[in-house]
T-cell receptor, first 116, second 114 residues
């Protein structure tokens, strides 16, 4: 069985300061990992994904994440927060879980607040 | 825009009503999904359709009935719902349910059951 733990339900940063959103996962197989962002009243949008290639993954809007197998982590970072980054962020793990279809398991989400 | 549209965006219904949610994808994908997003809970997968056949039903109550008439359209028929069914219902699509491709999400339907 697979699971995802987002360690912070709410993160607050000042504009221009670094962002760190933490995610740990467990998976019985070699997983794929994703970060999605959800702005208010919008659907989820993919930020970036890891699928067993480079462990440092760059995404849209200046975000990146590093896959660390030894720590079972996939933390999301950005060097400098912008007001438009305020949203909810979801860490997601995908594996076959013994079946033929890929199944996504979502974390509970981290709400990012950016203060002026 | 992600290429996935959902209607209506907001729906208020009584427990005895029957309504339907609609999802349409313009991406040429072969797999479509329904998710339920409740406050303070992880996104819950409800149904998966691949090539218009249902491949997963995640123990969803029978008061939710999905329909996939073709690869571009997905419906969720609702009847005799309960107040705890109030949530944001998200539709998504991907190239295939057997690939690692990302899922593209619609904006959701905010459902309130009175």
């Amino acid at each position: 069985a697979q699971s995802v733990t987002q360690l912070d339900s709410h993160v607050s940063v000042s504009e221009g300061t670094p962002v760190l959103l933490r995610c740990n996962y467990s998976s019985s197989y070699s997983p794929s990992l994703f970060w999605y962002v959800q702005h208010p009243n919008k659907g989820l949008q993919l930020l970036l994904k890891y699928t067993s290639a480079a462990t440092l993954v760059k995404g849209i809007n200046g975000f990146e994440a590093e896959f660390k197998k030894s720590e079972t982590s996939f933390h999301l970072t950005k060097p400098s927060a912008h007001m438009s980054d305020a949203a909810e962020y979801f860490c997601v793990v995908s594996d076959r879980s013994g079946g033929s279809n890929y199944k996504l398991t979502f974390g509970k989400g981290t709400l990012l607040t950016v203060n002026p | 825009e992600t290429g996935v549209t959902q209607t209506p965006r907001h729906l208020v219904m009584g427990m005895t009503n029957k309504k339907s949610l609609k999802c349409e994808q313009h991406l040429g994908h072969n797999a479509m999904y329904w998710y339920k997003q409740s406050a303070k809970k992880p996104l819950e997968l409800m149904f998966v359709y691949s090539l218009e056949e249902r491949v997963e039903n995640n123990s969803v109550p029978s008061r939710f009935s999905p329909e996939c008439p073709n690869s571009s359209h997905l419906f969720l028929h609702l009847h005799t719902l309960q107040p705890e069914d109030s949530a944001l219902y998200l539709c998504a699509s991907s190239q295939a349910s057997t690939s690692e491709d990302e899922q593209f999400f619609g904006p959701g339907t905010r459902l309130t059951v009175l």
